[in-house]
């Protein structure tokens, strides 16, 4: 089993930054990828970023490519997603997932393990 715990959510203007973390523990070697997601009030859950702890490949977006940051801390078990130039369109709920294989990372059917969601609000 992996449990994740994300963290940083919040309240931000439109243009502002927020950096979300995502703390994996237990089976840390069944979390090869690491992604993020999101879901807004009444859209279903997608894709946003992915990496791997043995590989340093990071897939995004088209709708955050260039405005997001996804990275790793493996000392520390710990994914991070650096969010820049805030849009009110970025509102959701954030959330972390883990899996142990290095394909698909865009699927979320394929992720094992997800964490709560941490809350990510844009005003304009």
């Known amino acids: 089993q992996v449990q994740l715990v994300e963290s940083g959510g919040g309240l931000v203007q439109a243009g502002g930054s927020l950096r979300l973390s995502c703390a994996a523990s237990?089976?840390?070697?069944?979390?090869?990828?690491m992604a993020w997601f999101r879901q807004a009030p009444g859209k279903e859950r997608e894709f946003v970023a992915a990496t791997s702890w043995l590989i340093v490949n990071k897939y995004y977006a088209d709708s955050v490519r260039g405005r997001f940051t996804i990275s790793r801390d493996n000392a520390k078990n710990t994914v991070y997603l650096e969010m820049n130039s805030l849009k009110p369109e970025d509102t959701a709920i954030y959330f972390c997932?883990?899996?142990?294989?290095?394909?698909?990372?865009?699927?979320?059917?394929?992720?094992?393990?997800w964490g709560q969601g941490t809350q990510v609000t844009v005003s304009s």
């Open positions: 237990g089976r840390t070697f069944s979390s090869n990828t």
């Open positions: 997932a883990a899996k142990p294989r290095l394909n698909n990372y865009d699927d979320k059917a394929s992720y094992d393990y």
